[in-house]
């Protein structure tokens, strides 16, 4: 059932590691085999014993333990009388086959991941297990410049000892730092072929070498402007030189690893840049709102939307119509025209009210502006809202103040004509007085002059008014007020009518302008 081999050519005895013919007879062909595939090559060895044929792809481990990706196809052979003696098996190397397509199919999950916006140290793990994959004598790390620090963080390192990642975890950028502290200083390779003897890894050669690593070839990963963003070693655990294909497998996995990183930058250096804006945008009073132009949906609306209309900010992410509801009524019309209209604008700048569930009628001010793509196509819409409520208010008093002001002028010029009026008739009334012998006659005179009196302190009141001046203010005794009054009423009321005073009890006396009470 396992058959004995009776010819076999050079490339077969090399794959099986044996120099020759009787070498490789030193364990049973199906031994060579490894297990897993074991049954299924004895099937297909029965079968073509048995006149058939057939093919099979197994592992098959050589004499020295490397191990192959074989696959065979197989045919009986036979004898004069038609009877199978022996089988001819035809087999192929596809070792190399099998890795380049499984290094091929590596890459493209590395990208895919990239793609998708992968951490870094995912991505950069996945990265070095495919390499390692395709060359298994090769350890592989990457280590992150830290610009701030000057130092090296690590990234990944997948097969390295976890002590030794963490003893090179932050080491220093600069010169006879090992191979990769050395690279990104000089931001071009370190080819160290012995640790043991090279002063490039003086202070770290017993770290090195307690796990065993004899060689490190680092390269640095540099970005567009050839700033170093990382390195790129590979250990060895024998001294020497990377070989041609060593290199084409570094080149190969820099330029990914590049990829990778400076993507990553971008990305971050993207976020810290909307971090930088939302601080801005959020701690403004205003609403800071964007659009896009092809799907009319809110793309950003500023906190300061729930606060100024009263609603939810998923509600205008879900319909971005809904922020019209809040218009007062006599203003929708215009505003919903100028939305409508607006795609054919470059922008717009709006005066509306709105009605607050809360606070009534506040008025905005909406400013909008086109913004363009690389291609110069209208990419969307960017606005700036402004509450002009207290604004306004502070306009109100402003322009009632300047009626105010405007009124005091006419009262000044209105008092200043009736005070011409009144001076003539004070002189008058005081001259009266004294050729008057009625007690009536007295008392009207004297009623006049009081009337008089208080219509020149009204009239000095109005030029006070009108200057921004204060009145003065007095002790007034109500009784004495109560009856001057009565006094006026009486001499100017018809005689059929009849005035009493009536005041209960002593009044405290009152600190006020006697004018005007």
Known sequence: AQGVLSEMNRAGLDMLEAPRLEDAHAQPLLDYVEPEYREAYAALHQRVMGGGEGSI??????????????????????????????????????????????????????????????????????????????????????????????????????????????????????????????????????????????????????????????????????????????????????PGKPSEEHLRLIELVTHLAAICLIRSKAENELIASEWRFRRVIESIDEIFWMRDAQSGKILYVSPQYEEVWGQSRERIYDSPSTWLERIHPDDRQRMEKVVTNSDSLEGYDETFRIIHPRKGIRWLRSRAYTYRNNDGEVGGRVGVVTDLTDQKGMEEQLFRAQRLEAVGTLAGGIAHDLNNILAPILVACGMLK????????????????????????????????????????????????????????????????????????????????????
């Open 57 to 238: 792809e197994f592992d098959l481990r050589g004499l020295q333990g490397r191990i192959r990706r074989l696959v065979t196809h197989a045919v009986p052979l036979r004898d004069g009388d038609g009877n199978v003696e022996a089988l001819l098996g035809i087999t192929r190397d596809i070792t190399e086959q099998q890795k380049r397509a499984a290094l091929a199919k590596g890459q493209k999950d590395v990208l895919e991941m990239v793609a998708c916006g992968a951490p870094i140290d995912q991505t950069m793990d996945k990265l070095l297990r495919v390499i390692e994959s395709y060359a298994p004598d090769m350890l592989c790390s990457v280590l992150l410049v830290d610009q701030e620090r000057k130092c090296l963080r690590t990234c990944a390192g997948p097969r390295l000892h976890p002590e030794y990642v963490k003893g090179t975890d932050g080491i220093k950028i600069g010169e006879a730092m090992g191979s990769c502290g050395t690279a990104a200083f000089r931001q071009k390779p370190v080819h160290v072929e012995d640790i043991n003897t090279d002063p490039l890894w003086a202070k770290f050669r017993p770290l090195a070498l307690q796990f065993g690593l004899k060689a490190c070839w680092s390269t640095p990963i540099l970005d567009s402007k050839q700033n170093a963003l990382a390195t790129f070693a590979v250990y060895y655990r024998e």
């Open 434 to 517: 004294i050729g008057l012998e009625k007690e009536s006659d007295r008392k009207m005179v004297e009623t006049l002059d009081k009337s008089a009196q208080r219509g020149a302190s009204i009239i000095r009141k109005l030029l006070d008014f009108s200057r921004g001046s204060v009145g003065t203010v007095s002790e007034v005794v109500p009784q004495d007020l109560v009856s001057e009054v009565s006094d006026l009423l009486r001499e100017t009321s018809p005689r059929s009518i009849k005035i009493t005073e009536s005041v209960e009890g002593n009044l405290y006396p009152l600190r006020a302008d006697p004018s005007e009470i």
